[in-house]
């Protein structure tokens, strides 16, 4: 008596997002099935894996990535290293310098130092901001402009600040734009409608709905993400089809379990290799709850992710 | 004196005329092959491409071009001939200003911009959507003097306006010494009227970058540039007829036109406005435009921030306290007319607080008007609820209570900063304005101390205003109402959970009533609580419509079909976790048990409170169960499709306490029933099933004779 | 059939309120019962028919399924939904370690020896290696095998024996059968023998197969022969065979009530990503939150577990009661009696994203957690679970102003409106208004140092 399987493909599709130009560009999205259930339909696209570097270079990472870039004299160079690492669809660089309680690098010397990132490689960019609202809008608008022709993704449009990135990333400079909400469906698609009512086309839009750390309130992230794709596959919901992205490594990496040193904690082992689980474990489970793309730091993640996906899709 | 037709159409004639002329000169000088561009554009000639959708890059096209505009000149005395000819002298403005610049001609010069690039409209377009920019000012011609010319641009200056100059104002603000440019958001175009084109052409242009508006799409151009481009026109006299005609297709695009010539002009509301007094210009026009203006600071001597909220004022640190339990005192916002407001006005009646001894007990009212197309007086209550939390803010001065059972005291530290009366306006005036900015366009703040007036106004006033309020609350029912509301605050602990809020269910955690719900859809749209209609009835008695279940469907992601507002039997509502009450059916007495979050005990159903709560709640449907706020106890639509509130058999003590006037007086009302509640049991009564149908039998309760609810 | 509901079950009891089920009325049963929580056949005095009926449609579309014994029995399936938000996840995935007959004994050594090394509190939760998979490869040393089974049963672990030889598995089961061990031995080939070796000596019998239909047939098969004591090996020739077979399994069961597949799930991923520690976190996590009722690695460390257990502890709560931590006092950063206070709930979201930025700033200090329901900052306040009144009273059972020389204390910004309050309960106490969100604490407490 063989099994009876029942398909679950949906009429409804995640949008497709192209981000990037030429060769390298990554599309992310498309499906019509849950996180790699392949035996309902084929993979449209697998989940893609980004690398995250930050403004800041080497001066606030943990000594495991300071030998990863081992020999990088600047950022730019830690970029050009990072798109070699095996597994690695898109760069992401975080400008978390600019935050106005923290560095608060001007957002000119910001903007000139995404620019010389996206001239030196030819890996999809994603930008990503230094989590200040005021300042994001001002930095991501500036990024969007200054980053015309190369279909990146200006990241942190928040509810708080999406006109101004929306405007700039969605309708005047045509890149596209990540809409930020924090872990809960219905702000989420709040973001959405708010987004296309201002004019953004819906299709240039990804969704980071938030997330946290494996152990660490994690289950909101499953759930918001898993209803999100049934509201957008089941329902069919097309203020909920965008695809989405979510940026692992820092909170993973932030969490004691990544970051506490052997000395502190000797019984828990080698530093590297706790964060490395705890970046592949939560990628993992963001993958499987249906994110579309993940950004992780270490390349070993990378490439455990990326095999990973490659099994699986 | 001609009509505004008759003028409107000879202006378009000449200029018609003139454009023709020129162009012909133009092909007779250089040949119909010439190109034509303006710089740094990729829409050629932008107005006319957004209005055509034809790319015009020849003198020959430009010409051809002609016939065209020429179809848009009706001459019928129509509103819509004046505006479409309004539209005709635009573009042909257009043509004349690129015939400046052919053959590479640079025709504008210092401080004139002329033709203004793309890349400067992607830059203007982020904070115009955004608001940093909160409208776009155009001035053309003189002022009556340079003075006047100058307070005017810095007016606009001065709220953030990007201003634009056509004509004489030009030179009359550089003769006044100002400093003019991109910079700092005051640009001249240029000296003849046809500059104005240029700033015609950014919004246009904005329309197609931002609006993804298609060329040719007059239509969606017009809507556009209507509602999303904040300009507005504000003409000097003379207005000639040219002027007038380029007026009319400002007013065509949604642009007011805001003027003081009293000649030949018939006022068109909202869209021609006679103002004589230019130094009105600006507050006219913000509100022709309906511009509002952020507010980012409050003018205060003190601190204000959520950290001062929980601060309380000693009698020993208390210089001055208002306590309207001693004398009259009272805090109530009124809707008014938009004619009848000021807006930022604060004014004090009664002495101010240094003329207050140290320490005693005064009178205070504060009333806040408001204003606005979406104002309804239903947002009242909810504008008032906020005063509450706003004047806690302020550090050193402390507020409790509400209506006119209000005390405030203001700290010695606040009044030796220079704290006083009219600082209460100030605050009331900024965060009214700014947290209810969707509804409220103009605020004014009245603030009486003198205690005959007070008490007059109090008694007068206040009063009636609240019983009404009140009134209108009682008699909000749910039929009186068109729709309900949707509420999903708490999905994010229960996925599936949908409140229908109507006026007499509010919602389950018992904090959102429909008038809540009501202002909470008006200020956030796209936010937690939606409109449901309920024009599709399936089943009146038991509350349940088409609508309704399509609202619950899509806003519970697909997890609840059905859902009916009167019944616990059939498709009850679903309920969060944040239930005040569980209502629950007790099969031996043919009732209702409810029991209330704060009580702990036994009940008669066998379950605690936290035991039924894990049953009924997380979105789930639960027949014979149901989550519900207090106040929903007393309500004539409590499980009406099972009978109404005569089901209740038992609930604890306090709660009953706590509801016994309201119920009472309902079962009088629907059953003729008098003290309705001693024959509802409690836990000092019993907690057994069995001693509870003893009990109900004994006082004779009407729910054992009631059809069975367990059919 | 449709799913019944507590006023169904009522109807058919005998409505006596007997108590004699446990329930004070048969109202209470009926919702138990409804809900999962209570079997039918607690009631003594329904009639037959009816349990049957009821039992029928109220039995729950996967089996809940137990192995091991005393502390280290584990529950497994009994699930009900598909996703957590939908309900809950009742029984947890389990974490195994692998062991084989084909290792050289110093492998087999180092794996005995990590099995014990992890074992740790979390939120009141023991985190240790819950399962050792016992492997016996064919043509390998019989007697070997049962050596490893017998030192694996003194682990006080729950063993999954993984054999498909009916001799070797009757050998093993001789030195183990005391500690109900899963005998993972069922196949196409001998699931007649293995059953009757599963049902004599009354242990969970594992089912293995070649592809899904074959499982689901070998499945039926055993179901036929009257054995529902069963776990399912997904474990295929792929992960991704692997993956569709646990998810189908799961589907099939919950959503379209096919029971064949209602049992719980074996993933082994020492076999499908050998030697790739990094892809079997990877994969463990997958498969966590993706069925996986018990998930075998190579070993658990703790850089495996320290994710995994707290990731498992996110899925398996139950969505409608948040995870709670102990109230007291939490020292951080060395943090001693002169260290500067703060305060803020039990939820253990709040408590975990509030200590780690606090850690983040290194400034030593104390973090006074009182007990507000496991609710977040703004729902305990709204509550009245977070008042002045129950920090001063948490202050006095846990005799703070004895334990802690400083007077500081900083409330949450959310709650500023307590300050005044909290100042007239704690005379002597400098109240101080914190940030209004966690990430901003850093910087309050540099600014507050400086």
């Not at chain 2, 000012?137 to 340079?146: E, N, R, Y």
């Not at chain 2, 100030?426 to 304005?433: G, R, S």
């Not at chain 2, 007070?454 to 039929?479: G, M, Q, S, W």
Request: glycine share 8%; charged share 25%.
């Amino acid at each position: 008596m063989p099994f009876n399987a029942k398909s679950m493909k949906f009429n409804a599709n995640i949008n497709t997002v192209e981000i990037g130009t030429g060769d390298k560009a990554i599309k992310i999205g498309g499906e019509n099935t849950f996180p790699f259930y392949t035996f309902d339909a084929p993979t449209v696209n697998a989940p893609k894996v980004g690398i995250e570097i930050s403004d800041m270079g080497l001066a606030n990472e943990p000594d495991c990535i300071k030998a990863v870039y081992a020999g990088c004299e600047s950022v730019v160079d830690m970029a050009k290293k990072a798109v070699t690492f095996e597994g690695v669809d898109f760069l992401a660089l975080k400008l978390e310098g600019g935050d106005p309680n923290g560095e608060n690098k001007p957002t000119e010397e910001l903007v000139e130092l995404a620019k010389a990132v996206a001239e030196a490689v030819d890996a999809p960019l994603v930008i990503e901001g230094c989590k200040n609202v005021e300042k994001d809008a001002e930095l991501l608008s500036k990024c969007a402009e200054a980053l015309q022709g190369k279909n990146v993704l200006l990241m942190s449009s928040k509810e708080e600040n999406y006109k101004s990135i929306g405007a700039s990333a969605g309708l005047a400079y045509n890149q596209k734009v990540g809409a930020e909400s924090s872990v809960d469906i219905n702000l989420a698609k709040q973001l959405n409608v708010l987004l296309s009512q201002l004019g953004v086309n819906s299709q240039a839009v990804v969704m980071n709905v938030g997330s946290a750390a494996a152990g660490y309130g994690f289950e909101y992230v499953i759930s918001t993400m898993d209803r999100i794709k049934a509201a957008a596959l089941q329902q069919g919901d097309n203020t909920l089809q965008m695809p989405i992205i979510t940026p692992v490594a820092g909170d993973a990496w932030g969490v004691k379990e990544a970051s506490a040193s052997e000395a502190d904690v000797p019984e828990w082992g080698c530093v590297e290799s706790r964060a490395i689980d705890m970046e592949v474990a939560t990628a993992a489970a963001v993958l499987a709850s249906a994110s579309d793309a993940v950004i992780l730091k270490h390349p070993v993640s990378v490439a455990t992710i990326s095999k990973m996906i490659k099994e699986l899709a | 004196m001609s009509t505004i037709f008759e003028r409107v159409f000879r202006g378009n004639d000449a200029v018609y005329g003139l454009t023709q002329n020129a162009i012909d000169a133009a092909i007779a000088q250089y040949g119909a092959d010439q190109p034509v561009s303006f710089p740094n554009t990729a829409y050629c000639l932008p107005c006319y491409y957004a209005v055509s959708g034809v790319k015009v890059k020849t003198l020959g096209e430009l010409k051809a071009a002609m016939d065209v505009v020429k179809t848009l000149m009706g001459r019928t005395e129509e509103l819509n001939s004046v505006l479409f000819s309004g539209v005709a002298t635009a573009l042909c403005a257009e043509f004349i200003e690129v015939l400046k610049y052919l053959n590479g001609a640079n025709p504008y010069e210092e401080p004139c911009y002329g033709h203004l690039a793309d890349a400067i409209i992607r830059e203007l377009g982020v904070p115009l959507v955004t608001g940093d920019i909160p409208g776009v000012a155009v001035i053309v011609g003189s002022a009556p003097t340079k003075e006047d010319a100058a307070a005017l641009i810095k007016s606009y200056q001065a709220q953030g306006i990007l201003v634009t100059l056509v004509g004489g104002c030009i030179d009359q603000a550089l003769e006044a010494g100002m400093t003019l440019g991109y910079g700092v958001r005051v640009v001249p175009l240029g000296r003849d009227v046809t500059s104005v084109i240029h700033v015609v052409s950014v919004a246009l242009r904005a329309a197609l970058i931002f609006g993804n508006v298609t060329p040719g799409d007059a239509g969606a151009l017009i809507a556009y540039t209507k509602e999303r481009v904040p300009a507005f026109v504000n003409a000097f006299k003379p207005v000639d007829d040219v002027v007038l005609t380029a007026g009319a297709g400002a007013i065509c695009l949604g642009f007011p036109v805001i003027s003081n010539e009293d000649e030949d002009i018939v006022p068109i509301p909202g869209a021609l406005i006679g103002e004589p007094d230019v130094a009105n210009f600006n507050k006219v026009s913000l509100e022709a435009r309906n511009i509002k203006i952020k507010i980012t600071k409050i003018d205060i001597p003190l601190a204000f921030a959520s950290a001062f909220e929980g601060e309380i004022i000693r009698k020993k640190d208390m210089q001055v306290e208002f306590d309207g339990s001693r004398k009259d005192c009272f805090e109530l916002v009124k809707t008014k007319e938009m004619s009848e407001v000021e807006d930022h006005k604060i004014e004090l009646i009664g002495p101010d607080f240094d003329e207050m001894e140290e320490g005693s007990k005064q009178n205070i009212a504060y009333i806040v008007e408001v204003a606005g197309k979406n104002m309804q007086s239903d947002f009242e209550p909810v504008f008032e609820r906020k005063f509450h939390s706003y004047l806690n803010c302020i550090e050193g001065v402390m507020h409790t209570g509400q209506r006119d059972m209000i005390r405030v005291r203001v700290s010695k530290n606040a009044f030796a900063e220079g704290f006083r009366a009219k600082h209460i306006g100030e605050v009331l005036y900024a965060k009214t304005k700014s947290e209810f900015e969707a509804v409220v366009d103009k605020c004014q703040v009245t603030i009486v101390t003198d205690p005959e007036m007070v008490a007059k106004l109090r008694h007068e006033v206040a009063i009636p205003a609240f019983d009404a309020r009140d009134d209108r609350l009682n008699n909000l029912t749910d039929e009186s109402v068109p729709v309900y509301y949707s509420c999903i605050m708490c999905q994010a602990f229960s996925p599936s959970h949908v409140c229908v809020v109507t006026p007499e269910r509010l919602g389950l955690c018992g904090a959102v009533s429909w008038l809540d719900a009501k202002a909470t859809n008006e200020l956030d749209p796209s936010g937690p609580c939606q409109v449901i209609t309920k024009e599709r009835v399936i089943d009146e008695e038991v509350g349940a419509y088409e609508d309704v279940d399509e609202a619950v469907k899509k806003f519970s992601q697909g997890a609840l079909e059905h859902v009916t507002l009167y019944s616990i039997m059939k498709d009850p509502m679903t309920s969060c976790g944040c239930f005040e009450c569980i209502c629950g059916i007790e099969p031996f007495s043919n009732g209702v048990v409810i029991a209330n979050r704060e009580y702990a005990g036994q009940t008669p159903l066998g379950m605690t409170f936290p035991e039924l709560a894990s049953m009924t709640g997380g979105g789930v449907q639960t027949p014979g169960f149901m989550g519900h706020g207090k106040h929903f106890i007393a309500s004539k639509k409590f499980m009406k499709a099972e009978g109404g509130i005569e089901r209740i058999v038992w609930m604890p003590k306090d709660l009953k306490d706590t509801v016994a006037e309201r119920l009472n007086a309902t079962a009088k009302e629907l059953y003729g029933i008098e003290n309705f509640t001693d024959m509802v049991a409690d836990e000092t009564i019993t907690t057994d099933p069995e001693e509870l149908v003893a009990f109900l039998t004994e006082k004779g309760h009407p729910a054992l004779g009631l059809e069975p609810m367990l059919a | 059939m449709a799913k019944l509901t507590g006023i169904d079950i009522f109807k058919l009891t005998p409505k006596k309120n007997c108590k004699e089920c446990g329930c004070p009325t048969c109202m209470a049963f009926g919702m138990k019962v409804a809900q999962g929580a209570l079997e039918i056949s607690k009631c003594p005095h329904m009639a037959p028919e009816a349990i049957a009926k009821l039992s029928e449609a109220s039995a729950p579309p996967m089996k809940t399924i137990k192995a091991g014994v005393g502390e280290t029995e584990i529950t497994l399936g009994g699930e009900t939904v598909l996703y957590r938000h939908e309900k809950t996840f009742v029984n947890k995935t389990r974490y195994g370690v692998n062991v084989c007959s084909c290792m050289d004994d110093a492998v087999v050594e180092e794996v005995f020896a990590g099995i014990p090394k992890v074992d740790y509190e979390r939120i009141g939760e023991r985190m240790f290696a819950e399962v050792i998979n016992v492997a016996y490869c064919e043509g390998t040393d019989a007697a070997k095998y049962v050596a490893m089974v017998e030192r694996a049963a003194g682990m006080s672990r729950t063993l999954v024996l993984d054999v498909k030889d009916v001799e070797v598995a009757k050998a093993a089961l001789a030195v183990c059968k005391a500690q109900k061990p899963i005998l993972n031995g069922a196949n196409a080939a001998n699931y007649e023998a293995m059953n009757a070796l599963a049902t004599a000596e009354g242990v969970v019998l594992g089912v293995s197969a070649a592809n899904i239909d074959e499982l689901y047939d070998v499945t039926a098969k055993l179901e036929a022969l009257g054995n529902k004591n069963l776990v399912l090996d997904a474990t295929g020739a792929s992960i991704k065979e692997t993956y569709a077979i646990a998810v189908q399994m799961r589907r099939a069961a919950i959503k379209n009530s096919d029971r064949t597949f209602g049992y719980p799930s074996i993933v082994n991923l020492a076999k499908l990503a050998k030697g790739d520690l990094h892809l079997q976190t990877a994969l463990a996590s997958v498969f966590t939150l993706k069925y996986g009722s018990i998930v075998v690695m190579e070993k658990i460390d703790y850089s495996q577990a320290l994710p995994l257990y707290g990731l498992r502890q996110n899925v398996f709560t139950d969505p409608q009661k948040p995870m709670k931590v102990a109230p007291g006092i939490y020292s951080i950063n060395g943090g001693d009696e002169n260290s500067v206070c703060l305060t803020t709930v039990d939820f253990a979201l709040t408590y975990f994203v509030v200590s780690g930025e606090l850690e983040r700033s290194g400034v030593p200090c104390n973090l006074l957690i009182s007990d507000a329901g496991g609710l977040s900052v703004l729902t305990a306040w709204a509550a009245g679970k977070l008042s002045s009144s129950s920090i001063a009273k948490y202050f006095a059972e846990f005799e703070i102003e004895n334990k802690i020389k400083n007077r500081t204390l900083v409330i949450p910004g959310k709650v500023a409106v307590l300050k005044g309050d909290i100042e007239a309960k704690l005379p002597g106490w400098n109240i101080v208004v914190g940030p209004n969100e966690a990430v901003q604490l850093v910087k309050f407490l540099k600014d507050m140092n400086a």
